[in-house]
């Protein structure tokens, strides 16, 4: 079985799981390094991590001594375990707005459609996005809870959670439980008019980018940018033998996130990225025979084929 087949197989069931999965009474926790949304409500079967987080950067200061602080310590240590034991694949093999980004994908291949092209200034420009998407997610919450207010601000409800109130999940993951609320505005004030209206925009930018490019909102998305801060680290690497490259170029021809940055590497084994999603689709691609490899705590779990190559040609 090809690795993009198996790919496709694991991201639908963990779509079933983690938008179904409270149905049948799997609940994988809040803290997930991926976006399961918890707007679907309570047939969901697992929450993402970033609104717990915009949750307790609202805390004042003094309320991370005692309970809050433990509450706030075991939420950071499952988020980062589940992280580290997985690494990226969680964005290339679990998360839910990938698996919709990667069917529009396919969408647009049957349609015969060619995909849009980035110039590479422009996309390491773009990528930078995600960096203040971050910074929004968490300077404005601790601004709400702490010094800049002293805790007493008034501020409406609406800003509060800033970036799930735009973030393209919002409306369209509860789709799938039949919950149609978030779309559209929402006329109740002037925050709640601004905010939705927001909401809307960015998921129709969403929409029609992923149409165009592919995996075009992970190169947006801050769950990307705070696991970038720990990558190296994590169980699951991407690795290069850069003596066996030939300089071929494929790995960045068929990478979803464009990164030529394994292409270009000549020295380091690690060629583990901020924007790789560890879909392995360079090494189900590469030529030469463990050129490239995935490594699990650096134990080879697969490698690159010729013979492989061969047979996708064939098949």
């Not at 079985?1 to 087949?5: E, P």
């Not at 409270?22 to 809040?30: F, S, T, Y």
């Given at each position: 079985?090809?690795?993009?087949?198996l790919r496709l197989i694991i991201q639908i069931c963990s779509f079933v799981i983690l938008v179904y999965g409270?149905?049948?009474?799997?609940?994988?926790?809040?803290n997930l390094p991926t976006f399961a949304c918890p707007y679907?409500?309570?047939?969901?079967?697992?929450?993402?991590?970033?609104?717990?987080?915009?949750?307790?950067?609202?805390?004042?200061?003094?309320?991370?001594?005692?309970?809050?602080?433990?509450?706030?310590?075991?939420?950071?240590?499952?988020?980062?375990?589940?992280?580290i034991l997985f690494n990226k694949a969680w964005c290339g093999w679990v998360c839910p707005l990938g698996l919709i980004q990667d069917l529009?994908?396919?969408?647009?291949?049957?349609?015969?459609?060619?995909?849009?092209?980035?110039?590479?200034?422009?996309?390491?420009?773009?990528?930078?996005?995600?960096?203040g998407f971050l910074g929004l997610m968490t300077l404005l919450p601790i601004g709400i809870g702490n010094p800049i207010?002293?805790?007493?601000?008034?501020?409406?409800?609406?800003?509060?959670?800033p970036f799930c109130q735009i973030c393209p999940a919002k409306p369209l993951m509860p789709m799938f439980s039949g919950d149609f609320s978030h779309i559209g505005i929402n006329f109740t004030n002037c925050s709640t008019i601004i905010m939705s209206s927001l909401s809307m925009i960015v998921l129709g930018i969403f929409l029609v980018g992923s149409f165009f490019k592919e995996r075009f909102f992970c190169s947006f998305c801050p769950m990307s940018a705070l696991m970038s801060l720990f990558d190296r680290i994590g169980f699951i690497g991407l690795r290069k033998d850069n003596s066996k490259c030939t300089s071929c170029g494929i790995c960045a021809r068929v990478c979803p996130m464009?990164?030529?940055e394994v292409y270009l590497e000549e020295e380091k084994e690690n060629v583990l990225t901020q924007d790789c999603m560890l879909c392995l689709k360079c090494i189900?691609?590469?030529?030469?025979?463990?050129?490239?490899?995935?490594?699990?705590?650096?134990k080879k779990f697969f490698g690159s084929s010729r013979k492989g190559l061969f047979k996708r040609q064939d098949g």
């Open positions: 079985m090809k690795i993009s087949r409270g149905l049948i009474a799997i609940n994988l926790g809040n679907v409500g309570g047939s969901r079967g697992g929450g993402c991590f970033l609104m717990p987080l915009q949750r307790l950067l609202e805390l004042p200061f003094e309320s991370y001594a005692g309970y809050w602080g433990l509450n706030i310590a075991i939420a950071f240590l499952i988020f980062f375990g589940l992280f529009i994908t396919m969408l647009r291949k049957q349609l015969n459609i060619r995909k849009t092209i980035f110039s590479w200034n422009l996309h390491d420009r773009l990528k930078l996005i995600k960096y207010c002293n805790g007493q601000c008034r501020v409406s409800p609406d800003l509060y959670l464009d990164i030529r189900e691609y590469c030529p030469e025979d463990n050129a490239l490899r995935g490594t699990f705590i650096t």
